[in-house]
């Protein structure tokens, strides 16, 4: 294991987006070859689960869009939904705006996933996020935050990393994680960077499939599962907002 230590949880929001805003320009081609281009089909199946449990969807909000992959291919399965891209890397966003660029369906933001300031409330179809959650300094707080911004019967998928249960299969993810991965982000960006070190760290105090599970059912969502890749390695979780929000005491319809 590195020696990289994690900063703590109040420093952890800045920490990270400094960090982003240090790889921006390496990390499309980190994700394809640290995940041999799995990344891309990962996404797609996130897009494919959420339009299935939400085919009428006409706004999706991606959370922690980063370079805009996900938006991007909301935007070309689904061309009459208008996307929401929000992240709070300015850098991460330039390049996402490269990568939209012509998609009039397509609105990228600056905004913090923990404190959606400019989303009101019940009235996003869908919100996405891939591979940010972890990123967050408080999962609760987020997931509170995409709970309050859904309509009601709206759908939250998320993709990250997940934990391997077989043993032997979890050595070998393991060394590859905190061994090669770090090792690749330096060969791409061409220096050090100690975000190469915080993302497989960041993946030890990421809760597993099952415990996530508990805190995205404990928020109010049902309708919860979760579908493994690779052994899970990696995790796509959905869950559907009750249309009737028992805490909030009235029913809400569409």
């Known amino acids: 294991m590195s020696q990289f230590k994690l900063p703590p949880k109040e420093k952890k929001p800045q920490y990270v987006k400094n960090q982003f805003e240090g790889i921006a320009e390496a990390y499309d081609q980190f994700n394809d070859w640290n995940s041999f281009f ?61 990568k939209c660029q012509g998609r009039e369906n397509i609105l990228l933001e600056i905004g913090d996933a923990m404190d959606l300031k400019q989303v009101q409330s ?7 996020m891939g591979f940010g959650l972890r990123n967050v300094a408080d999962i609760d707080k987020c997931l509170g935050e995409v709970f309050r911004v859904l309509k009601p019967g709206g759908i939250f998928v998320n993709l990250d990393v997940g934990k391997v249960r077989i043993p032997w299969i979890r050595t070998f993810a393991d060394f590859y994680f905190f061994k090669i991965v770090p090792k690749l982000g330096y060969m791409i960006f061409g220096s050090k960077n100690e975000m190469f070190d915080y993302l497989p760290q960041s993946s030890l105090t990421y809760p597993d499939q099952a415990t996530l599970l508990l805190q995205i059912q404990k928020i109010g969502f049902q309708e919860t599962g979760f579908e493994n890749f690779v052994f899970g390695n990696v995790a796509l979780h959905y869950a559907k907002k009750p249309f009737t929000l028992q805490r909030e005491g009235k029913n809400l319809e569409n």
């Open 38 to 98: 799995l990344h891309r089909h990962w996404k797609k199946k996130l897009v494919s689960k959420a339009l299935d449990m939400r085919p009428d969807s006409k706004r999706v909000l991606d959370l922690c869009c980063g370079t805009g992959d996900i938006a991007r291919y909301f935007s070309i399965v689904s061309p009459q939904t208008k996307i929401w891209g929000i992240d709070f890397s300015p850098g991460m966003l330039s390049y996402a705006q490269k």
């Open 122 to 128: 019940h009235s996003q179809d869908i919100v996405s």
